[in-house]
């Protein structure tokens, strides 16, 4: 069932004025006819709105630093925020060296009131030894919170001063919560310092395999990079690093030597990606794998890009034979998925990408959108010139990268390179609105009020999730598939994800608990009220 632009006005008029006025701009009706769409994203949320957002902190140290296994990342800041990104997005990580796997500690500067009060850099300066003396890590991180920031704590000064005693690199991250909308400023900020002081650090000039790649943007949730390196190993890449599920600072040092760069989730990496063009001239490649439709163009357009005769009939070899044996699989579960309907709302891309996995099963995505992505994530690449930049964004600096007199080389011709990207997409993200239906929805960082009436109108047969909003999807009768850490299943790409998911969600069908609830919208409300601009009335 379609919904209208009367519909959606009628459920915005709930709101006061201003907030109805910024809402309506982050919610956009698929038409095709319409041309390019323009949707507002990454801008504050509104005080007082339940979001499903995270923190700057969350987005460095959580997302794109955490699963680095060879480092000690320290959290400096009250325990809270440490526990908050200590193992819940089951970013997995294993290890030939054990005792160079940190990923099950959470190590915490712990500041109480005296620290916030006297402030915590005598603390800091004590862990970093403490952390140094018991684990002996190649390397650590200091990621700041949002209190460090207001109390004033200089953790590049104490990291700077502990290096020296050390003897190994202490990196320090200024990702205090508060420093962007979401924890979209946090990858920023990771990016940034990764690229300063990590990558190219090795000293090798050659990887050692053939098609040395990197795989940008994937982390290994419930296992999913390791599905994708089972698939590009046997059709012949050589992985040198993967940014940065069960990643480590040593291979990542390396990453200058990679031919080409895959980027799996554009909005947490692209910065990387963007800079290691810059520096290095090497290319990078939009690929999906999820679903598996989307897994095997990108191996092909990976193929395309090697252009290489050996390498492109083994990827055909790969995919037929993996499509053999996973297709009779997904058609039993296909049976059970056919001609349902979906939400598909996460973080920055899963949104987007998961919404082919959706499509292969027969389910249609009816709704879908980011917590946190930016414009191009929505509408694709060309927008960017034109996104302002604010007071928020602004906090964040830009690096300022230039190409590498001794490692800089084009990897192709700039001809080559020119037809290439007309075939593939190299250096390039379409977005998700290129790939919804007309008459769907796109709604940036959906809320909870939203979350409930979109729900009530278009009664979806299954809602991808968060972890925050599954509860009051399923308390509503919807089966809620959590696509962040995928609660405990997993993996979900490649080709064994793509089984893993259909079992899932086919479970979730055909469970029938959903009968035994009653959906709020059923009944009638035991109160009602209004909300004013002065306030509840
Ligand atoms: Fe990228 Fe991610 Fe995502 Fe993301 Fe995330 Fe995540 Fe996500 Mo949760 S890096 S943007 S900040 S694909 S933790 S692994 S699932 S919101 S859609």
């Not at 390019?36 to 700057?56: D, F, K, L």
């Not at 005296?114 to 200091?142: C, H, M, Q, W």
């Not at 400023?185 to 395999?209: C, Q, T």
């Not at 993996?322 to 058609?331: G, I």
């Amino acid at each position: 069932m379609a919904m209208t632009l009367e519909q959606i006005s009628e459920m915005l008029a709930k709101y006061p004025v201003k907030v109805e006025k910024n809402r309506k701009k982050h919610i956009v009706i698929k038409d095709s006819a319409a041309g390019r769409q323009e949707i507002e994203a990454n801008t504050r949320t509104i005080p007082g709105i339940i979001t499903n957002r995270g923190c700057a902190y969350a987005g460095c140290k959580g997302v794109v630093l955490g699963p680095l296994k060879d480092m000690v990342h320290i959290t400096h800041g009250p325990i809270g925020c440490a526990f908050y990104t200590w193992g819940a997005r089951r970013n997995k990580a294993r290890s030939e060296d054990p005792g160079q796997n940190f990923m099950n500690y959470c190590v915490s500067t712990d500041m109480q009131e005296s620290d916030i009060v006297f402030g915590g850099e005598k603390k800091l300066a004590k862990v970093i030894d403490e952390v140094a003396e018991i684990f002996k890590p190649k390397a650590i991180t200091v990621s700041a919170t949002c209190p460090v920031g207001l109390i004033g704590d200089d953790i590049n000064a104490v990291a700077k001063v502990a290096e020296e005693r050390l003897g190994i690199p202490i990196l320090a991250f200024s990702c205090e919560g508060y420093k962007g909308v979401s924890q979209s400023a946090g990858h920023h900020i990771a990016n940034n310092g990764l690229m300063e002081r990590v990558i190219g650090a090795g000293e090798r000039e050659e990887a050692d395999g053939k098609y040395p790649i990197n795989i940008l943007g994937e982390y290994n949730i419930g296992g999913d990079s390791w599905e994708i390196e089972r698939i590009l190993e046997e059709v012949g890449y050589t992985v040198v690093s993967v940014m940065t599920g069960d990643g480590s600072y040593e291979d990542l040092q390396n990453a200058h030597t990679a031919e080409l760069n895959l980027v799996q989730c554009h909005r947490s990496i692209n910065y990387i990606a963007g800079m290691l063009e810059t520096k290095y001239g090497t290319p990078w490649l939009k690929v999906n794998f999820i679903g598996v439709a989307a897994t095997a163009e990108s191996l092909r357009n990976m193929a395309a890009y090697f252009d290489d005769p050996a390498l492109t009939a083994r990827t055909e070899e790969v995919i037929a034979r993996e499509l053999a044996r996973v297709e009779p699989q997904l058609e039993q579960y296909r049976k059970l998925c056919e001609g349902k309907t979906a939400f598909c709302f996460v973080g920055g891309s899963r949104g987007h990408h998961y919404q082919g996995l959706f499509a292969e099963l027969g389910i249609d995505t009816v709704l879908a959108g980011y917590e946190f992505a930016h414009r191009d994530d929505y509408e694709g690449r060309e927008v960017i010139p034109e996104i302002k930049t604010d007071a928020d964004s602004k906090n964040i600096p830009d690096l300022h990268v230039s190409a590498d007199e001794r490692r800089f080389r084009l990897k192709m011709s700039p001809e080559r390179l020119a037809e290439l990207k007309r075939q593939i997409p190299l250096s390039y993200y379409a977005g998700m609105n290129a790939d919804m239906a007309d008459g769907t929805i796109m709604v940036d960082d959906l809320n909870h009020y939203e979350t409930e009436e979109f729900i009530k109108l278009l009664k979806p047969d299954i809602f991808a999730s968060g972890i925050k909003d599954k509860y009051v999807v399923q308390k509503m009768g919807i089966p809620a598939k959590q696509l962040h850490s995928y609660d405990y299943s997993g993996p979900y790409a490649g080709f064994n994800g793509a089984v893993n998911f259909a079992r899932d969600v086919s479970m979730g069908f055909v469970s029938p608990t959903w009968n035994f609830i009653v959906p709020p919208w059923k009944d009638e409300p035991l109160l009602t009220g209004s909300v004013t601009e002065e306030g509840v009335a």
